[in-house]
């Protein structure tokens, strides 16, 4: 009987000494699955995440915020699974990189022919106004602004040869809104032309009717012979 009562006491006792330590555990900071989770997020931003994997690392960071708020409120049976999924993601924004640079790549190379052909348009253009013998004053700036452009895009290979892709997707893109800019010059300088022309024509026409007239006053003046 008292063995018994031993053994029942024993029982209560090693029960409650297991639930105490379950929530001692429970109440423990998840540190180390925290640390991993950020060490984790560092390492895919080091690796280049938020240029080529912006959705997946957005995914990571998001989970580490989320980390961050459950960690402030002590909810640290919430927070190490969260740790848990960061760090999964922040893996998957790391392991996404390699795709995403050939993916950058493409996208570069891409936009770097269509800006040649671009330019080629442009340097036709030009070269029409300048046959069309606009006035030099009208078309210089632009013939100037045209070498630039065309040293920039030259240099958009080596560019992309450096792994720079986003960086020469955004000097397209500037260099595209410079060669509409060219194109909307050479139209006004056109149209300042025919101004231009327009005037010209109209003084010459009222310098024709001054002399027209003046010859006619000479004329009326002209005493006729009896």
């Not at 029942?8 to 330590?21: D, R, V, Y």
């Amino acid at each position: 009987m008292k063995t018994k009562k031993i053994l029942k006491s024993f029982t209560i006792l090693l029960g409650c000494a297991l639930t105490i330590m379950f929530m001692a555990g429970c109440s423990q900071p998840p540190k180390q699955e925290v640390d991993a989770a950020n060490a984790a997020l560092q390492a895919a931003i080091s690796a280049g995440a938020d240029q080529y994997a912006p959705n997946e690392l957005k995914a990571a960071q998001d989970l580490i915020a989320k980390l961050d708020s459950e960690m402030a409120k002590k909810d640290y049976k919430a927070a190490k699974p969260t740790a848990v999924q960061a760090k999964e993601a922040a893996d998957k924004a790391k392991a996404a990189i390699e795709a995403g640079k050939v993916k950058a790549k493409e996208t570069a190379e891409m936009a770097v022919n269509e800006i040649k052909q671009d330019l080629a348009k442009a340097k036709e253009l030009v070269a029409g106004a300048a046959s069309a013998k606009l006035p030099a004053d009208l078309l210089q700036p632009i013939k100037d602004q045209m070498v630039a452009v065309e040293t920039r895009v030259g240099e958009l290979d080596g560019v992309v040869a450096g792994g720079k892709y986003k960086e020469a997707t955004d000097k397209v893109n500037q260099l595209k809104d410079q060669l509409s800019e060219i194109e909307l010059g050479v139209n006004d300088a056109k149209a300042r032309a025919e101004e231009l022309k327009a005037e010209e024509l109209k003084k010459a026409e009222e310098a024709k009717k001054a002399e027209e007239a003046l010859k006619a006053e000479k004329k009326a003046k002209k005493p006729r012979k009896p």
